[in-house]
């Protein structure tokens, strides 16, 4: 029989225990018992020089992953990007999902096991359980991995004083700021993915040209990662489209970017200056697949008794630039690049749509009765300046 543990002890171990500084991890599994997934911080490397490389996870008894971890005998570890601790948040059952599915919070692809792995960790490491024991009140699975993905970029996120924290390198003494020197506040600012290159690098050519002492950060993603950035507090400010907006954000408009027909060169439907909804009746669709651009683009069709005939869907907008240039249908797109190439030189051409019943909007966005930091305030107020102008 196990000795019950001096709770003085107990207790100071887990003081001692909150300030040890762990990355946070996403394990994951799925097989014959079904999918599953929990956050946890317990994550650490064994052996890269066993037969194959190995690391541990400890999962508590009580997640609903661990039995299905020891059943399917696989699992996924996604090592999080210091912009994703909404995802934390999710699988540690802190913010739900709207459908009560954890896995909605995110994208997923499988790894050669089948456990899922978010589409873009920082790190993930795909295992098969080698050894499974249980001490206490957690299991300590060792897995043989099978498959490493690794991001370009990105650092990780880091849960320290029971808290997020992000990586800071420390540099050598030869290149640290001298005694005088200030140190800055970093602005996270989220920005949508689609018209992010349309309008942030202006902006902040601007904001230098003026010479603003204001460090930006950018956070890039499609609507659900910018908002779960600005509720998780790992971006002060963002710049969105005002759809699908949460009800925590807290949005003013900035400016309207009016949709248009993409089409190909030569493509028939260019002999007109304009067109209308009901033109492109016969024709097949690109459909930009990112969410709230796909709803947006595909309300317009509301006002008509027919439905577009989608042919091809992708979420990326060069990719929709280049099926377009391609002959494979028209798109509707609301952001306008200046050059109108693709990126492996076909030529395009856009026509306005008369017929528009609500543009595109966007609107800088924050958390709902959050202070921003002096350095946020001061981009805010350069945003509306700018658009204003």
């Known amino acids: 029989?196990?000795?019950?543990?001096?709770?003085?002890?107990?207790?100071?171990?887990?003081?001692?225990?909150?300030?040890?500084?762990?990355?946070?991890?996403?394990i994951?599994?799925?097989?014959?018992?079904?999918?599953?997934?929990?956050?946890?911080?317990?994550?650490?490397?064994?052996?890269?020089?066993?037969?194959?490389?190995?690391?541990?996870?400890?999962?508590?008894?009580?997640?609903?992953?661990?039995?299905?971890?020891?059943?399917?005998?696989v699992f996924c570890v996604n090592v999080l990007s210091d912009q994703q601790s909404h995802i934390s948040d999710t699988f540690a059952g802190r913010r739900p999902t709207d459908d009560g599915d954890k896995f909605s919070c995110a994208d997923w692809a499988a790894m050669s096991t089948g456990s899922p792995r978010i589409i873009d960790p920082l790190v993930a490491f795909d295992c098969k359980v080698t050894s499974s024991d249980r001490i206490g009140t957690h299991h300590i699975f060792i897995g043989e991995v099978e498959e490493t993905f690794k991001a370009e970029?990105?650092?990780p996120?880091?849960?320290?004083?029971?808290?997020?924290?992000?990586?800071?390198?420390?540099?050598?003494?030869?290149?640290?700021p001298s005694e005088n020197s200030q140190?800055?506040?970093?602005?996270?600012?989220?920005?949508?993915?689609?018209?992010?290159?349309?309008?942030?690098?202006?902006?902040?050519?601007?904001?230098?040209?003026?010479?603003?002492?204001?460090?930006?950060?950018?956070?890039?993603?499609?609507?659900?990662?910018?908002?779960?950035?600005?509720?998780?507090?790992?971006?002060e400010v963002g710049l969105l489209y005002d759809v699908n907006l949460d009800d925590q954000l807290e949005t003013e408009n900035l400016t309207a970017i009016e949709p248009y027909v993409l089409l190909a060169e030569g493509h028939p439907l260019t002999k007109k200056l304009e067109l209308s909804i009901a033109d492109l009746e016969d024709e097949p669709m690109v459909l930009l697949d990112s969410p709230p651009s796909k709803d947006y683009f595909l309300s317009l069709f509301d006002q008509v008794e027919w439905q577009p005939k989608v042919a091809h869907t992708s979420a990326s907008f060069e990719m929709v630039r280049g099926m377009v240039g391609h002959g494979l249908g028209y798109s509707l797109l609301a952001t306008k690049p200046a050059s109108g190439m693709t990126y492996d030189g076909k030529a395009l051409a856009a026509r306005p749509?008369?017929?528009?019943?609500?543009?595109?909007?966007?609107?800088?966005?924050?958390?709902?009765?959050v202070q921003l930091s002096p350095e946020a305030q001061a981009f805010a107020d350069f945003c509306r300046g700018s658009f204003a102008g």
């Open 1 to 26: 029989m196990n000795e019950v543990t001096d709770p003085a002890l107990r207790q100071s171990f887990l003081e001692g225990m909150s300030h040890v500084a762990s990355t946070v991890n996403i």
């Open 28 to 73: 994951t599994t799925d097989g014959p018992e079904g999918r599953a997934g929990v956050t946890v911080s317990a994550m650490s490397s064994v052996s890269p020089d066993t037969p194959k490389p190995s690391l541990l996870v400890c999962v508590h008894h009580l997640s609903p992953a661990a039995e299905k971890i020891v059943n399917n005998g």
């Open 153 to 155: 970029q990105g650092s």
């Open 157 to 176: 996120l880091i849960f320290a004083n029971r808290a997020y924290g992000a990586a800071n390198r420390i540099d050598t003494i030869a290149s640290t």
């Open 183 to 235: 140190p800055s506040h970093t602005v996270t600012v989220g920005c949508f993915h689609t018209f992010g290159p349309f309008l942030v690098p202006a902006l902040l050519a601007k904001l230098a040209r003026q010479e603003r002492s204001i460090d930006i950060k950018l956070m890039e993603g499609d609507q659900r990662t910018i908002i779960g950035g600005l509720l998780s507090g790992d971006a």
């Open 353 to 369: 749509l008369t017929d528009v019943l609500a543009q595109s909007k966007v609107v800088l966005a924050k958390k709902a009765g």
